[in-house]
């Protein structure tokens, strides 16, 4: 079954917790604490050796994040303007790491890859999420709702996974049950979501 056929008899069968086994997940829990770890940590070393070592090539991708951040968001809200642009580059770069660490890179046994992977930098398009992301966060507190995840993951390219199976992860990864997700939580649930596809397929050609 690819990704665009799990419906609700395949939830309510407890299908999902099978899925995410079979690509080697016990527990989303655990696995979204340990992304957000690893995001946390990325982001905290690329503080103390990016800024010293690439400082040029990363002004560079802050002023292309800056760009898609207007982009995105001209006419949507965009609350709280200027002063975090280095917090969000480095939010991003923690969590792109994380997720090429979760995701097993290009190399995945099932020779896919991630849609991540598809693009010349998939940085970039990292920052694209971020800036649609940002596009979701309508009251500006930093997260997006159940309600937007389907409509998120279509902008991204990933309208093939069904709207169950979206609001199913969306549950998972919401692990203090708030009904929100940061883009940290968004990246481990896109990380779910590129293991999976590799194993059952959907990604779009």
């Known amino acids: 079954m690819d990704l665009s056929g799990f419906g609700l008899e395949q939830l309510e069968q407890g299908k999902l917790n099978d899925m ?5 997940i016990e527990d989303v829990g655990q696995f979204v604490i ?6 946390q940590q990325s982001g905290d070393d690329d503080e103390d050796t990016a ?4 400082s040029s090539q990363q002004a560079n991708l802050f002023s292309m994040g800056s760009s898609l951040l ?19 580059a480095d ?16 190399n995945q046994s099932s020779g896919g ?3 991540l992977d598809n693009i010349s930098s998939s940085y970039q398009n990292a920052q694209k999420m971020y800036a649609l992301y940002k596009q979701f966060d309508k009251n500006g507190d930093g997260k997006i709702t159940v309600e937007d995840i389907q409509i998120y993951l279509q902008e991204m390219g990933l309208g093939f996974v069904s709207p ?42």
């Open 70 to 88: 207007n982009q995105f968001s001209h006419g949507g809200g965009g609350g709280g303007g200027g002063g975090d642009g280095n917090n969000s």
């Open 34 to 39: 340990n992304f957000r770890n690893q995001a």
């Open 51 to 54: 800024c010293r070592t690439a």
């Open 164 to 205: 169950y199976l979206a609001k199913a992860l969306f549950q998972a990864v919401d692990q203090n049950h708030n009904g929100s997700l940061d883009f940290t939580d968004l990246m481990a649930l896109t990380t779910l979501l590129n293991k999976m596809s590799g194993q059952f397929g959907g990604i779009q050609q």
């Open 113 to 115: 890859g991630g849609f």
């Open 20 to 24: 995410l086994q079979q690509v080697g």
């Open 91 to 106: 939010m991003i770069q923690g969590a792109m790491k994380a997720y090429n660490m979760f995701s097993g890179g290009k």
